[in-house]
């Protein structure tokens, strides 16, 4: 039984058995073989494997939903005790390299040149903020000796910064979404999952950029119905969430708009785990307006640009009006604060400064005096040494 190949399905109701299990999961693929496992705690737990790998990609989207009247739990059967470990299951960790200490202008074209000399790379997944000094990465190579070799290249240089090179100890986690998931997905359109298939998530986002603009630099992948804009706008970076009209959108953005440039920033794009939290208020026609009303907001922006740029007129002088005349006059008074707090702390700093002066001179004047008493003290021993010995 391959670990690829199978799932665990777990939390099912008592009225569950083998052919109600293979005929739930028979849309996701071909079912190969459905066994019950004792060994996991609570009723009703089954180990299901199926013919390829993609039809238990499938299954695993099923996680959460209802089965004869109870939730369901579908997880991949990665457990080395229930299951048979080969070969090939532990290949990507040992292909797999670990690199911290990346620079911030390091990309992952510029990583997987400098570690082409070891073997062919398969996958790099360049992971950190771009608030902290550096970035670490996961490497993939083709075979076990291309990440041996990788890892002599500890110490090496790349964009000024040594860079740390050691095993990995777990494989890189890839967003896979296949068309056939995608398929799958369409089908339900009602469905929680088929929104999250429709989703996508996107970090390092431009702080400046607003929905709108989000809008039109993702909206090249497919209709979109509805952008999300997070994060705290007090940090160079923020992320979106969008969501597309179909699931081939969302597929044609993880494939062509990943890495892409926006607003002079690498946007790095997934497929999002989770829908986005719309407004209990929402309704679909209300978005379809408002993705129209902005829209033509945008064409409307867009023309009046051009006519000014067609036609430039001078603009009349403005009047200065009560309101700025009283701006002026606080603006003023708040400037001269500002140079009487300054002359104050002026005075203030100058003082300190001749106390210090003044207690130097005072210091060095006692030692000064303390020097000429122990010199007249010495000169007195001195003549009364000499006194004595000329009486003897």
Not at 49 to 62: N, V
């Amino acid at each position: 039984m391959s670990i690829k190949k199978t799932i665990f399905f777990s939390s099912l109701s008592k009225q569950a058995n083998d052919n109600t299990v293979r005929e739930y999961l028979s849309p996701c693929g071909v079912v190969a073989e459905v066994k019950r496992k004792g060994v996991v705690e609570g009723p009703g737990t089954w180990m299901v494997e199926f013919a390829d790998e993609g039809s238990a990609k499938t299954a695993l989207l099923l996680n959460g939903r209802q089965f004869l009247g109870s939730p369901v739990s579908i997880h991949p059967a990665v457990n080395p005790l229930l299951t048979e470990t080969t070969k090939s299951d532990t290949d990507p960790i040992k292909r797999t390299v670990h690199v911290a200490g990346i620079s911030l202008s390091v990309t992952e074209d510029m990583l997987k040149k400098h570690f082409e000399q070891c073997g062919v790379v398969t996958y790099v997944k360049v992971v950190g903020d771009d608030d902290k000094p550096s970035k670490f990465a996961f490497l993939e190579f083709s075979s076990e000796d291309g990440a041996r070799q990788a890892v002599s290249l500890l110490g090496s240089v790349l964009a000024d910064r040594a860079l740390t090179v050691r095993p990995s100890t777990s494989a890189i986690i890839k967003p896979e979404v296949t068309p056939h998931i995608a398929e799958y997905l369409s089908l339900q359109d009602n469905d929680q999952m088929s929104v999250v298939a429709r989703t996508i998530y996107a970090s390092n986002i431009d702080a400046a950029a607003t929905e709108e603009d989000c809008l039109q630099h993702f909206q090249k992948a497919g209709p979109v119905t509805f952008v999300k804009l997070a994060g705290d706008d007090r940090k160079p970076a923020r992320f979106c969430f969008i969501e597309y009209m179909e699931p081939t959108g969302a597929f044609t953005c993880l494939t062509t708009m990943n890495n892409s440039t926006f607003r002079d920033r690498v946007v790095k794009v997934q497929q999002s785990t989770t829908p986005i939290i719309k407004p209990t208020t929402h309704n679909a026609a209300l978005d379809k307006s408002k993705l129209r009303a902005l829209m033509d907001r945008m064409q409307q922006k867009k023309k009046k640009e051009e006519v000014s740029d067609s036609h430039k007129r001078e603009r009349r002088p403005r009047r200065r009006t009560s309101s700025s005349s009283s701006y002026s006059s606080s603006s003023s008074h708040r400037r001269r604060e500002r140079r009487r707090r300054r002359s104050r702390r002026d005075r203030d700093r100058d003082r300190d400064r001749d106390r210090r002066d003044r207690r130097d001179r005072e210091r060095s004047r006692r030692d000064r005096d303390s020097d000429r008493d122990r010199d007249s003290r010495d000169r007195r021993e001195r003549v009364r040494d000499r006194d004595r010995d000329r009486r003897r």
